[in-house]
């Protein structure tokens, strides 16, 4: 029994972090990927990134490493630095010039494809630079993997602003 009434349904409808029904899927059936903007792109990175950094397990597995690694999207000629500092992850939309540890990914969109499948992205991945590094790194990477999949699916901010 539901004692809602009209205008009471249409405000529930109307917030802005309700999906319109086109984007709801039915039971048993996937979303296709969205079509992610650069611009998007670089915001939804970014977000992955912050929320990995808050990660409390990242930063225990981190605290004592310094480690500058460069990740490119290499179709889009898109880099990025994440600096792993002393059990802390920054983010910088700038390349570095000399990376401990570069991640490449050849396609932009085969790499956020694999992401909205609930994969990640480790069959085009290319690694280049001093691999010792990676145990650092790795813990990272999984944050950011997972973190970045749930962040294409509810692709708001901390202040409810849309990212895409």
Known sequence: MNNLSESAKKQATDRPDSLPDAEIAPAGEALPPPEISKRAARR???RAFVL???DRTVRQHIREARVTTLWALE???FEWTVTIERGKVQFDRRPT???DLTFTWPSAEEFF???????NPDASLILAGDLGLRRYSDP???AFC???????QAPFDEAGNRLL
């Open 140 to 142: 990272v990477y999984t």
């Open 113 to 119: 494809k694999s992401l909205w499948e609930g994969k």
């Open 52 to 54: 990995a950094g808050r």
């Open 146 to 152: 997972r973190l970045l999949q749930q962040v294409m």
């Open 44 to 46: 939804l990175l970014q």
């Open 97 to 99: 010039r000399a990376p």
């Open 75 to 77: 179709n889009w000629r």
